[in-house]
């Protein structure tokens, strides 16, 4: 037993206030505000002068890791406090094991007295038969509201009501069932997505944001005095963006005006840690507040970011706007980006299938300069403008067509890959039950068993993945859809366009099929398929008020390259 004649501590007494949401009181008796009144009431009555106060607020009794709560368990360590002063014991928590420990072990160790006001407990008097009853409803009725909480959130969020806290760019409704946009905020949600449109990527948004002075959402929050629980604004570094922030915003869906429910969840009343939920089991609902962003930027920015190698850049093969959009026609291979060993002013692409050594897939190098590429795609682009605006019902029409048949195309090949797979799911399930028989029956053994269990099981799983994101996406496909007006609109924006930006690669091209350049009539050629976006590839008609796109270039090796447009 830890005794101490210290007069100070005699005289020092610990006031526990605590409350969360878990614990559901009406009235404002169980305020912080209301506990603190009450509990320094009483201390003095009882003759303590020194008051320590230790406050949880907007913490659940079911975890004993709150703050002040380890702050109090801390002062009675170092001998500070001769007393306990709680409004009841589920301030002190509803876990029943934890709050025994602390009451039936812990106190009395220290030589703690304990008063728990409501529940007329002064362990000065004598102890209390009911605590250890009162301690178990305590943890019942935490569990009984977890309970009612689960039930009443599901409900809520099967009908499209979100259920977390709205992201940057939004704030509650004061009727508090959807969100409306937080037009400041959501002018920088809006600026980051300009930004990477433009072809920054999240650490060059961030250090622009930095160096133009905007605050970070948490604070932002705290300038706006909104809370959010968890986070804590930083008065040293108010503009110090994060690239994690930026991915954050970058990869939310719900600045499409979308809902989205249960995409984490909780195991238990009392571990509250957040665990991520399998797409599968996300409830979507889509167009339910205003959007900040337009949907088609919204998947093009996913596409983007989802073609993004993890590796690490070496020497020559730093980022360029081409970079991911190259593919070679004859392998299907990414073009990698280099430059001239002689002349780094010289940069050029060729088929990263062709670069593998002696795991050569592709016969041919597909080598195209890059200052070439860039005449000949913002050639193309000016022929498809000037083709959009003199004869704007037939480019419509095949801008319509186009989009039904890529669309098609795409459903066709997505259906062909997920009958594959439902196939081999099937197959999978006869092959269990087959070496399962066969282990039964003594035809395998049981480490041959186990082997093969675990290999058809891990495959099964991995195409489970597959085939749930193959679904969504056929499930998914008329909301991708693109008119013609979309796509002229995209258009126009670059009429004026006298220079090739990532912007424009990455809002009006999806891919580009590079050709091995060939000789044609005693003059090399260069061939292209530029693969517009939603529409694919589109053949621009030889009509004579349309410019030709005559591009050449002198190769490294001193030859001349032609280009030439390649039939759809």
Known sequence: MKRSNNKQKEMTAALYVRLSRDDNLEGDSYSIGNQ????????????????????????SGVTMERPGYKAMIEAIENNKISAVFVKDLSRLGRNYIEVGRLTEEFFPEYDIRLVAVSDNIDTQEGENELAPIKNLFNEWYARDISKKRRISNKIKGNAGEPLGLPPYG????????????DEEAAKVVKHIYDMALGGLGTDQIACRLEEEKILTPVNYWYSKGISRPGLKSSQEYPYKWHHSTIINILSKQEYCGDVINFKTYSKSYKNKKRYENDKENWAIFKDIHEPIIDRTVWEKIQERRSRRTRKKPVTGEDKNMFSGLLVCADCGSKLG???NQANHDITYFNCMGYNRGSRKICTSTHYIRTDFLEQVVLGEIKRLMKFATLYENEFAKIVMGNSIKTAEQERRSKQKELNSLLARDKELDLLFEKIYEDNTLGRISDDRFSKLSVKYETEQKENEVKINELQAELDNEQNRAVTSDMFLSSVRKYTRA???????????????????????????????????NCIGAIEIPDLSKLPENNVSVHTRQGVNVQYAALAV
């Open 337 to 339: 980006y280099h430059f």
């Open 498 to 532: 006298r220079k090739l930006t990532p912007r424009m690669l990455n809002e009006l091209i999806d891919k580009i099929e590079v050709y091995q350049a060939e000789k044609i009539d005693g003059k090399k050629v260069q061939r292209l398929k530029i693969h517009y």
């Open 170 to 181: 939004y704030i509650r409704n004061p009727d508090g069932k959807n969100w409306i946009v």
């Open 36 to 59: 603190k009144k009450l509990l320094t009431k009483i201390a003095k009555e009882k003759g303590y002068t020194n008051l320590l106060i230790f406050c949880d607020d907007g913490i």
